[in-house]
Protein backbone atom coordinates (compact mmCIF):
# COMPACT_ATOMS: atom_id res chain seq x y z
CA UNK A 1 0.00 0.00 0.00
CA UNK A 2 1.35 3.26 -1.00
CA UNK A 3 1.08 5.97 1.64
CA UNK A 4 1.05 9.80 1.41
CA UNK A 5 2.42 11.96 4.65
CA UNK A 6 0.96 14.97 6.48
CA UNK A 7 1.71 17.83 8.36
CA UNK A 8 -0.55 19.77 9.63
CA UNK A 9 -0.47 23.42 10.54
CA UNK A 10 -2.14 25.64 13.43
CA UNK A 11 -5.02 28.33 12.18
CA UNK A 12 -2.20 31.08 12.02
CA UNK A 13 -4.85 33.41 14.24
CA UNK A 14 -4.75 30.88 17.20
CA UNK A 15 -1.61 30.59 19.66
CA UNK A 16 -0.45 27.16 18.90
CA UNK A 17 1.02 24.77 21.61
CA UNK A 18 4.76 23.94 20.45
CA UNK A 19 3.59 20.40 18.71
CA UNK A 20 3.79 18.98 15.81
CA UNK A 21 1.16 17.08 14.07
CA UNK A 22 2.04 14.77 11.10
CA UNK A 23 1.34 11.37 10.18
CA UNK A 24 0.25 9.63 7.00
CA UNK A 25 -2.71 7.91 5.38
CA UNK A 26 -3.25 5.03 2.37
CA UNK A 27 -5.87 3.73 0.54
CA UNK A 28 -5.95 0.26 -1.38
CA UNK A 29 -8.96 -0.97 -2.42
CA UNK A 30 -11.47 0.33 -0.26
CA UNK A 31 -8.98 -0.04 3.08
CA UNK A 32 -8.41 3.39 4.02
CA UNK A 33 -5.60 3.39 6.66
CA UNK A 34 -4.49 6.65 8.58
CA UNK A 35 -2.61 7.59 11.63
CA UNK A 36 -1.88 10.52 13.14
CA UNK A 37 1.41 11.36 15.39
CA UNK A 38 1.17 14.31 17.90
CA UNK A 39 4.88 15.01 19.28
CA UNK A 40 6.07 17.82 21.63
CA UNK A 41 4.89 18.93 25.57
CA UNK A 42 1.68 16.74 25.49
CA UNK A 43 1.58 18.34 29.48
CA UNK A 44 0.69 21.62 27.75
CA UNK A 45 -2.34 19.57 26.05
CA UNK A 46 -5.41 18.97 27.78
CA UNK A 47 -5.95 15.07 26.48
CA UNK A 48 -8.59 13.27 27.49
CA UNK A 49 -7.06 9.97 29.40
CA UNK A 50 -8.23 6.82 27.50
CA UNK A 51 -11.71 4.64 28.91
CA UNK A 52 -12.72 1.37 29.13
CA UNK A 53 -15.54 1.39 27.13
CA UNK A 54 -15.51 4.27 23.77
CA UNK A 55 -19.01 4.73 22.65
CA UNK A 56 -19.98 6.93 19.35
CA UNK A 57 -20.51 10.35 20.87
CA UNK A 58 -21.50 13.70 19.42
CA UNK A 59 -19.48 17.08 19.65
CA UNK A 60 -15.52 15.41 19.88
CA UNK A 61 -14.07 18.46 18.23
CA UNK A 62 -15.07 20.75 22.08
CA UNK A 63 -12.21 18.60 23.31
CA UNK A 64 -8.87 17.45 21.80
CA UNK A 65 -9.73 15.58 18.82
CA UNK A 66 -8.25 14.12 15.64
CA UNK A 67 -10.89 14.35 12.77
CA UNK A 68 -10.89 13.48 8.85
CA UNK A 69 -12.93 14.23 6.28
CA UNK A 70 -13.58 11.89 2.73
CA UNK A 71 -15.12 13.00 -0.07
CA UNK A 72 -16.09 11.64 -3.26
CA UNK A 73 -13.78 13.53 -5.83
CA UNK A 74 -16.57 14.42 -8.10
CA UNK A 75 -19.59 14.70 -5.65
CA UNK A 76 -20.80 17.50 -3.37
CA UNK A 77 -20.97 14.60 -0.21
CA UNK A 78 -18.55 13.54 1.96
CA UNK A 79 -18.12 12.02 5.52
CA UNK A 80 -16.47 13.30 9.11
CA UNK A 81 -14.85 10.91 11.18
CA UNK A 82 -13.76 12.00 14.96
CA UNK A 83 -11.36 10.36 16.99
CA UNK A 84 -11.04 11.11 20.88
CA UNK A 85 -7.74 10.07 22.17
CA UNK A 86 -10.34 8.83 25.25
CA UNK A 87 -11.62 6.29 22.73
CA UNK A 88 -14.82 7.93 22.03
CA UNK A 89 -15.60 8.52 18.02
CA UNK A 90 -18.26 9.00 15.79
CA UNK A 91 -18.68 9.37 11.88
CA UNK A 92 -20.95 11.57 9.95
CA UNK A 93 -22.11 12.02 6.64
CA UNK A 94 -23.00 15.01 4.86
CA UNK A 95 -25.08 16.06 1.54
CA UNK A 96 -22.87 18.83 0.88
CA UNK A 97 -21.17 21.56 2.40
CA UNK A 98 -22.56 21.79 5.59
CA UNK A 99 -25.55 20.22 4.84
CA UNK A 100 -27.56 17.39 5.79
CA UNK A 101 -25.62 16.22 9.08
CA UNK A 102 -26.76 12.85 10.05
CA UNK A 103 -24.92 10.07 12.11
CA UNK A 104 -23.18 7.44 9.49
CA UNK A 105 -24.87 4.46 10.64
CA UNK A 106 -22.54 1.97 8.75
CA UNK A 107 -20.46 1.77 11.08
CA UNK A 108 -21.41 0.58 14.45
CA UNK A 109 -17.86 1.06 15.49
CA UNK A 110 -14.17 2.69 14.83
CA UNK A 111 -12.07 0.85 16.67
CA UNK A 112 -8.64 2.49 17.12
CA UNK A 113 -5.01 2.21 18.16
CA UNK A 114 -3.78 4.56 20.78
CA UNK A 115 -0.30 4.57 22.30
CA UNK A 116 1.06 7.25 24.47
CA UNK A 117 4.35 7.41 25.51
CA UNK A 118 6.36 10.25 26.53
CA UNK A 119 6.82 13.33 24.52
CA UNK A 120 4.18 11.52 21.80
CA UNK A 121 0.22 10.59 20.79
CA UNK A 122 -0.53 7.95 18.11
CA UNK A 123 -3.32 6.99 16.78
CA UNK A 124 -4.09 4.57 14.22
CA UNK A 125 -7.09 3.60 12.65
CA UNK A 126 -7.68 1.36 9.71
CA UNK A 127 -10.91 1.40 7.87
CA UNK A 128 -13.07 0.05 5.60
CA UNK A 129 -14.44 1.76 3.23
CA UNK A 130 -17.05 -0.14 1.20
CA UNK A 131 -19.94 0.44 3.41
CA UNK A 132 -20.11 3.74 2.24
CA UNK A 133 -18.28 4.30 -0.87
CA UNK A 134 -17.46 2.08 -4.42
CA UNK A 135 -13.81 0.06 -4.37
CA UNK A 136 -13.64 2.70 -8.02
CA UNK A 137 -14.44 6.04 -6.82
CA UNK A 138 -11.46 8.17 -6.25
CA UNK A 139 -11.22 10.02 -2.78
CA UNK A 140 -10.16 13.45 -1.73
CA UNK A 141 -9.25 13.86 2.04
CA UNK A 142 -8.98 16.58 4.59
CA UNK A 143 -7.11 16.19 7.88
CA UNK A 144 -7.23 17.92 11.01
CA UNK A 145 -7.37 17.96 14.54
CA UNK A 146 -8.55 20.06 17.46
CA UNK A 147 -5.96 20.88 20.55
CA UNK A 148 -7.26 22.04 23.83
CA UNK A 149 -4.49 23.04 25.93
CA UNK A 150 -4.81 23.04 29.47
CA UNK A 151 -5.24 27.11 30.50
CA UNK A 152 -8.76 26.15 27.98
CA UNK A 153 -7.75 27.38 24.97
CA UNK A 154 -8.68 25.77 21.59
CA UNK A 155 -6.91 25.46 18.85
CA UNK A 156 -7.08 23.83 14.92
CA UNK A 157 -4.99 22.56 12.54
CA UNK A 158 -5.61 21.44 9.13
CA UNK A 159 -3.71 20.86 5.85
CA UNK A 160 -4.14 24.29 5.21
CA UNK A 161 -6.60 27.17 6.52
CA UNK A 162 -8.09 28.36 3.50
CA UNK A 163 -10.08 31.12 5.18
CA UNK A 164 -9.33 33.27 8.38
CA UNK A 165 -11.41 30.84 10.66
CA UNK A 166 -11.34 27.34 11.00
CA UNK A 167 -13.20 25.37 9.04
CA UNK A 168 -12.56 21.95 8.16
CA UNK A 169 -15.78 21.57 6.38
CA UNK A 170 -14.10 23.31 3.29
CA UNK A 171 -13.51 21.53 -0.02
CA UNK A 172 -10.44 23.16 -0.36
CA UNK A 173 -8.29 21.76 2.29
CA UNK A 174 -9.40 18.17 1.07
CA UNK A 175 -5.62 18.10 -0.71
CA UNK A 176 -5.12 14.45 0.13
CA UNK A 177 -5.95 12.57 -3.35
CA UNK A 178 -6.41 8.80 -2.75
CA UNK A 179 -6.96 6.75 -5.75
CA UNK A 180 -7.53 3.15 -6.42
CA UNK A 181 -5.46 0.24 -6.02
CA UNK A 182 -5.37 -2.90 -6.53
CA UNK A 183 -5.22 -5.55 -3.35
Known amino acids: MKTQGFSLKPLARSVAPEVEITGEVGR ?13 PLSDLAVPAPVET ?4 NA ?42 Q ?11 LELKPGALLLSLELDLKKIV ?30 AKADFHCRESFLLELGTTTP
Not at 28 to 40: K, M, Q
Not at 103 to 113: G, W
Open 134 to 163: PPEQPLQMGVSAVLKRVDGATTYWALIHPG
Open 28 to 40: RSNRLVIRFELTG
Open 60 to 101: LWEETCFEFFVGLKHADNYWEFNLSPAGHWNAYRLASYRQGM
Open 54 to 57: PVRK
Open 103 to 113: EERAFATLPFE
